[in-house]
C-alpha cells in the first residue's frame, strides 16, 4: 500500500508503530501515560530549581537566561555537554541554529571565564 511516508527511509518502521498501536492501544497508552509522568516531573523539578535559582538572580534578565538553561537541559539531553565546550563554540553551533546552543548560551557564558 502506497501511503504519503512510503518515500521516507523509515517508512516500514513507521508502518510496525502503526499496526502495533491498532493492535495495541492500552500499552501505548500506558508508556504514554509513564512518559508524561516522567515529563511532568522532571519539567516540574527543573522549573522549581531554576526559577528558585534565578529568582535570587539581580535582574530579569538573569531569570530568563537560567530559564532557557533549564529548558535546554530537560528537553535535550545532550545540552548539559555544552557546558563543557568554550563559549565560543557554543556560540557558533547557536548561529547554525542548533536550538540547545541557543537556549544555553547565556549560561555557558555566564559560567565560563569570559562570564
Do not use: C, F
Not at 11 to 19: E, F, K, N, P, T
Not at 46 to 66: I, K, Q
Amino acid at each position: 500500500m502506497q501511503t504519503a511516508w512510503s518515500h521516507l527511509l523509515n517508512a516500514s518502521r513507521i508502518d510496525q508503530i502503526i499496526v502495533h498501536v491498532k493492535a495495541n492501544p492500552k500499552e501505548w497508552a500506558a508508556a504514554d501515560a509513564a512518559w508524561d509522568a516522567a515529563r511532568d516531573a522532571a519539567w516540574d523539578a527543573a522549573w522549581d530549581a531554576a526559577w528558585d535559582a534565578a529568582y535570587d538572580a539581580e535582574s530579569d534578565a538573569a531569570r530568563v537566561a537560567a530559564w532557557d538553561a533549564a529548558l535546554a537541559l530537560v528537553a535535550w539531553d545532550h545540552s548539559g555537554s555544552l557546558l563543557d565546550l568554550p563559549s565560543d563554540q557554543v556560540l557558533m553551533l547557536s548561529k547554525l541554529g542548533q536550538p540547545a546552543a541557543i537556549l544555553m548560551y547565556h549560561a555557558v557564558l555566564a559560567m565560563s571565564d569570559k562570564g
